[in-house]
């Protein structure tokens, strides 16, 4: 129980505009620049929580590749220390205050409406692996283009932030990008 008190799962989706239209325009196109239908655009966000971030993500990863004829795969890896947080990800259904920052037209490519809410379309859901995972603890995973760490070095000590960026340096390929 204190553990899960001190878990913070604060986020939303499309969480700080302008890092998403940075991400979109400058970023996510770069990362499939060099990838031929054969090569993966691999992706971790770490400390995911109920997974909005992640979703977010995925979605503009979708539509980068939905342009090219040559698409790549994608897959996105999701991980955090609360099982709980990692099962709402999975699950993928979001009442409608959660999903108010989604633009209408992402909202109804990806997801469907039922009487609960919004559920992420299996499509979507599919380009992410959601993971219970111990950043600190657990192997990372590795040749990755992006690692999106955006709400979770805060509240390490710099001891851990030190191991922590290693980490991510480690998992990153040459030329790959932290957020």
Not at 20 to 35: D, R, T
Not at 93 to 114: G, K, T, W
Not at 153 to 178: K, M, S, T
Request: net charge negative.
């Amino acid at each position: 129980t204190l553990m899960k008190e001190l878990l913070i799962s604060v986020t939303h989706f499309f969480r700080d505009p302008e890092a998403f239209a940075q991400l979109e325009q400058q970023l996510i196109p770069q990362l499939f620049e060099s990838k031929a239908p054969e090569d993966q655009v691999r992706v971790w966000v770490s400390g995911c929580a109920t997974g909005e971030e992640a979703y977010s993500i995925a979605m503009l990863l979708a539509e980068q590749a939905a342009s090219r004829l040559d698409q790549p795969l994608v897959q996105v890896f999701a991980t955090d220390l609360d099982e709980g947080a990692i099962a709402t990800a999975r699950d993928g259904l979001y009442s409608d205050n959660e999903v108010s920052d989604i633009p209408e037209a992402r909202l109804a490519r990806f997801f469907h409406r039922e009487a609960a809410g919004y559920r992420v379309r299996r499509e979507l859901r599919e380009l992410i692996l959601f993971a219970h995972h111990n950043l600190v603890k657990d192997p990372p995973f590795s040749h990755l283009d992006l690692v999106s760490c955006r709400n979770l070095l805060i509240y390490l000590n710099r001891a851990a932030q030190d191991r922590v960026i290693e980490i991510f340096h480690f998992a990153l390929r040459p030329g790959g990008y932290l957020m």
